[in-house]
Every structure is written in structure tokens, then in C-alpha cells.
């Protein structure tokens, strides 16, 4: 989980290792699902649905 929050910060991989704090879901609501998010989890399904009609609330900046 430490290599996935170096490429994906704003998720805070580092501190909640993939689980679902308040501060996951309300980046995951910010930024989108990240490539490594399960889109078969319902909650992130239903947020990556909603980011592919209206878009993300705001873009990441992920290193390659």
C-alpha cells in the first residue's frame, strides 16, 4: 500500500490500507476511482459511474 499512496497520494493509501475512512471515500468522491480501486465494490462502482458521466470534482496529479 505505501507504493500504491506514493502514486496516488490523495487517497491516503499509507494510513488506511485500502479501507474505507472518511477521508478515502470523500477523496475517492473528489478525484475518482485510481486505476488500483475494485470497481466491482458497490460504492466505488457507483462513484466511478457518476465521474464517467459529470467527471471528477477536481483532477489528481499521479506520477507516472
Not at 500504491?4 to 477521508?23: C, E, I, L, M, Q
Amino acid at each position: 500500500m505505501d507504493r500504491y499512496h506514493r502514486r496516488f497520494p490523495v487517497y491516503g493509501f499509507d494510513t488506511n490500507r485500502g479501507y474505507g475512512t472518511r477521508a478515502h471515500w470523500d477523496a475517492l468522491e473528489r478525484f475518482g476511482p485510481s486505476p488500483i480501486h475494485r470497481r466491482s465494490f458497490k460504492g466505488v462502482r457507483d462513484i466511478a459511474l457518476r465521474t464517467l458521466q459529470e467527471g471528477p470534482v477536481e483532477e489528481t496529479s499521479q506520477a507516472p
